[in-house]
């Protein structure tokens, strides 16, 4: 079973402007941590996001916030005020376990989204 | 945030050959690193999570033999892929998680191309 969804395979925004890029999760372990990575077309993995499921707020990282709601298992990255640097692809990954070390650190990657801004 | 480095970024063998990739944490010790692999335009796929002086951990349907990896140090884990074959060309990436919410960092990558 897919343990985390993106459904968007492509999404534009105008310079300047927000964005969501949803991500819905899974899973029955009440511990765990959500990621979101950039990835541009270089190919690097640029981290941009952490939440813990037991974290209380939402976390938020500059232009970029988390919108974590729980109860539907959804962690939506909202990234404000677009710029043409933030055309790229973006992944959600899941970490089952909070604090994983060793072989438990593994991430679980959603399909991605691909976002362009337009000028 | 963390960094790791990755070399070769892009690699370029004969078909039959061995490619070794390194995967380095720079400033900081990591027990445990992650390779994975990706087609152009899909997710991240786990290939295997590698333990400083022990065995690595396959993901299923990873060949072991296929992707021998090596995490001889605190700092440095190697993914051979020995006798490569066209299919094997992808994009190869290292992960290795740092701090205390143990957030993964990435290297840059490694092109592949078996010809």
């Known amino acids: 079973a897919q343990k985390i969804t993106q459904t968007q395979p492509g999404m534009f925004v105008q310079e300047k402007e927000a964005v969501t890029l949803d991500c819905t999760y899974d899973t029955s372990d009440p511990s765990y941590g959500l990621f979101w990575y950039k990835q541009p077309s270089s190919g690097e993995m640029i981290f941009l996001i952490y939440q813990g499921s037991y974290d209380q707020q939402n976390a938020t990282e500059g232009r970029y916030s988390l919108n974590f709601q729980k109860a539907r298992k959804s962690a939506n990255l909202v990234i404000s005020a677009s710029q043409l640097g933030d055309s790229a692809m973006y992944f959600c990954?899941?970490?089952?376990?909070?604090?994983?070390?060793?072989?438990?650190?593994?991430?679980?990657f959603g399909q991605g989204t691909t976002l362009q801004v337009k000028p | 945030g963390a960094v790791v480095s990755q070399h070769p970024s892009w690699v370029i063998c004969k078909s039959g050959t061995s490619v070794k990739i390194e995967c380095r944490s720079l400033?900081?010790?990591?027990?445990?690193m992650f390779w994975y692999r990706q087609f152009p335009k899909q997710s991240l796929m786990l290939m295997a999570t590698s333990n400083e002086g022990s065995k690595a951990t396959y993901e299923q349907g990873v060949e072991k033999d296929k992707f021998l990896i090596n995490h001889a140090s605190l700092t440095l884990s190697t993914l051979t892929v020995t006798s490569a074959h066209p299919e094997d060309s992808s994009f190869y990436i290292c992960s290795a998680p740092w701090g205390t919410k143990n957030i993964q960092y990435f290297g840059a990558g490694t092109r592949l191309s078996v010809l």
């Open positions: 400033d900081f010790q990591a027990t445990t």
């Open positions: 990954a899941m970490r089952e376990g909070l604090h994983g070390s060793g072989n438990t650190g593994k991430l679980i």
